[in-house]
């Protein structure tokens, strides 16, 4: 949520901070869209500018014309509102009363009300509704009495309760950016006569791909040669802390798609099989699977997409390693955290690996002794850093904020490493774990191929639905999750309400709602006869109540009586009916959003990494 990013540059090594401001920023804006602000140092006079309003960074770029500016230093926000409406006032960079303080910051203040008392009362003068508008009055306030701005930063920040990622900009230091970290993430990402922080990896990319990932309750600054990084009043060595990440520009760009989603989407067959090398050629799954084998109780969570991963995974553990896993949706895990024990292991799945609810429940299960596997796809993150082992994914930076191929290459690092389990536990031998193994080598191969039988289908069936306003999508066994899954997708994207059940559970409530013409999307993954039956049965009991029934899945299903339109995927053995599957699905969101003119990059209300509860 709210993507922020500074920059501080000896004019050597970049002429104008402006265009990275930019350029970064826009990189960021999948992490919030409601307002967009610059802050910055002109390069001709030295004084602090600050262009903001509401909307998206484009309209406030041009609105401003904020690249005609020249600056040295500055930061910039692009805003997921919490505090205060999304207009110009509440938008970032916010300052304090001199003009000479600016301050962008992702998180959530929780004490802001007391402070702006405090504040007030000492003569400041508010103009927004925000939490983080304290902060720059708070700077303001302490720099009467500290002679160097550092001490009045820290004792700023050890006035904030909360979640922070704070940079700072004062005009009387023009080259020096001061930032801190609680729960939000923050990088810093290393140059030469430039550094840069900022909320995530693809915003940096443009410049450097050295990065240090800060840890909590860590703070400093950065100058152009500089990096000072302080953690309790101490001074602490980053040098060794720097990682270069493996991402290139072109991975967090369109490359001629019109959209990150799309592009996602059509990356699956690549990144499936990046993830696949990476992991067979690593001790990651293994590592991680030996950790499973020596608990009592497995969990697995996460959020959204993450979790229906984890679902994926409690399937095949079950149908291969025979062992049970618990799965829960992070946000919920104080009903869970009580089971939480020196016995118990933890899956935490989460793509970005900073999602505020998984690592809530990851430090409360680590807390009680439980260990930690994550698995993610942003390196270093902080939930591979507090995990106590890492199994990650090769997706490369996911921009387009529905999650795509994050999700099947999660689906794919899981169910290795259920296999994996399965073997050490026994229940596959060592030849048939290499040819399981061998299948998924498939993977990708197998979603490329879905993705090119299925597209005409996929838009004859958008001109069917594009007009609905609800649609179920059923399944049984391995196509509950998957249609969990597809659900999610078509509802953030085309904001046409679409709800998955268990194809059984239909019966018990949803069933109500089927009129003539209610359109309902059947997954069918998993190939046995006995489950061809069931979701025959659910078919004619939609299809008697009027409904219009869509197929997805093994050829098998798309024969059933009582359906309407069907997308085959083959037949394909059980292993890989979610990369057949899945693309199809995220298609068919895809293009409902774009028929419908929705841009599927930035659905409304939504951010891609959410870091508040
Ligand atoms: O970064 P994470 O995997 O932890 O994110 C979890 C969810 O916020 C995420 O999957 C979200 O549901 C997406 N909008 C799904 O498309």
Redesign the pocket.
């Known amino acids: 949520m709210c993507g922020i990013v500074g920059i501080t540059a000896d004019h050597e090594a970049l002429a104008n901070a402006i265009d990275y401001l930019v350029n970064g920023l826009k990189r960021l804006e999948y992490r919030g869209y409601d307002s967009a602000g610059f802050g910055f140092i002109e390069c001709r006079t030295g004084r602090l500018i600050v262009l903001k309003d509401k909307g998206k960074i484009d309209e406030v770029v041009e609105k401003y014309n904020v690249t005609s500016y020249c600056g040295v230093a500055g930061i910039a926000h692009t805003r997921w509102a919490t505090h205060g409406a999304p207009n110009k006032a509440n938008a970032h960079p916010h300052v304090d009363c001199s003009g000479k303080v600016a301050v962008v910051h992702n998180g959530i203040i929780k004490n802001f009300v007391e402070l702006r008392e405090f504040l007030e009362e000492r003569g400041h003068v508010f103009k927004s509704d925000t939490d983080t508008e304290v902060i720059a009055h708070l700077f303001e306030e302490f720099l009467k009495t500290e002679r160097d701005p550092f001490e009045a930063f820290k004792k700023t920040i050890s006035m904030l309760e909360g979640a922070y990622a704070i940079v700072l900009l004062y005009a009387d230091q023009p080259l020096r950016l001061y930032f801190a970290r609680k729960v939000s993430p923050l990088i810093i990402g290393v140059g030469r006569g430039f550094n840069i922080v900022s909320s995530d990896i693809p915003s940096i990319l443009p410049l450097t791909r050295n990065i240090i990932a800060l840890r909590d309750d860590e703070y400093g600054y950065i100058e152009p040669y500089m990096v000072y990084i302080e953690y309790k009043g101490q001074k602490t060595s980053w040098r060794q802390r720097i990682t270069t990440v493996t991402w290139s520009v072109e991975d967090a760009e369109k490359a001629g798609y019109p959209h990150f989603m799309l592009k996602e989407i059509m990356e699956q067959p690549r990144v499936l099989y990046e993830t696949f090398t990476g992991l067979t050629s690593s001790n990651e799954v293994y590592d991680a699977a030996r950790l499973i084998n020596e608990a009592d109780y497995v969990f697995v969570t996460?959020?959204?997409?993450?979790?229906h991963a984890g679902l994926v995974f409690a399937y095949y553990m079950s149908r291969l390693a025979r062992t049970p896993v618990i799965p829960f949706i992070?946000s919920e895990y104080k009903s869970y955290e009580s089971l939480a024990s020196e016995k118990a292991v933890l899956i935490a799945?989460?793509?970005?690996?900073?999602?505020i609810d998984?690592l809530q429940a990851l430090r409360a299960f680590k807390a009680k002794g439980a260990r930690i596997i994550a698995v993610s796809?942003v390196i270093a993150s902080t939930?591979p850093r507090e995990s106590d082992s890492v199994v990650y994914t090769r997706a490369g930076p996911e921009i387009g904020?529905?999650?795509?191929k994050?999700?099947l290459t999660?689906v794919l690092a899981l169910t290795m490493m259920a296999m994996q389990l399965a073997n050490m536990r026994g229940y596959i031998s060592d030849g048939e774990y290499k040819d399981m193994v061998e299948l998924l080598s498939r993977a990708g191969r197998v979603a490329g191929e879905g993705i090119n039988a299925s597209t005409r289908e996929v838009e004859r069936l958008v001109d069917a639905l594009k007009k609905k306003h609800s649609i179920y999508v059923l399944g049984r066994g391995l196509g509950v999750p998957l249609a969990y899954e597809a659900a999610?997708?078509i509802k953030?994207v085309s904001y046409i309400h679409a709800e998955a059940y268990p194809a059984g559970e239909s019966k018990h409530g949803p069933i109500a709602l089927i009129e003539k013409g209610f359109p309902v999307i059947f997954v069918g993954a998993e190939p046995g006869e006995d489950y061809l039956e069931m979701i025959q049965g659910n078919i004619l009991e939609m299809k008697a109540r009027g409904a219009f029934t869509i197929v997805v899945g093994h050829d098998a299903y798309t024969k059933l009586e009582g359906v309407d339109y069907a997308i085959g995927i083959g037949e394909q053995p059980v292993i890989l009916a979610p990369y057949a599957i899945i693309p199809p699905l995220q298609l068919l969101a895809y293009k409902l959003a774009v028929s419908l003119g929705y841009d599927p990059d930035k659905?409304r209300n939504?951010a891609?990494?959410?870091t508040v509860e």
């Open positions: 996460g959020a959204g997409t993450s979790y992070s799945v989460s793509q970005s690996g900073e999602t998984t796809n939930i904020v529905a999650a795509t994050t999700f999660q999610l997708k953030e659905p939504l891609k990494t959410v």
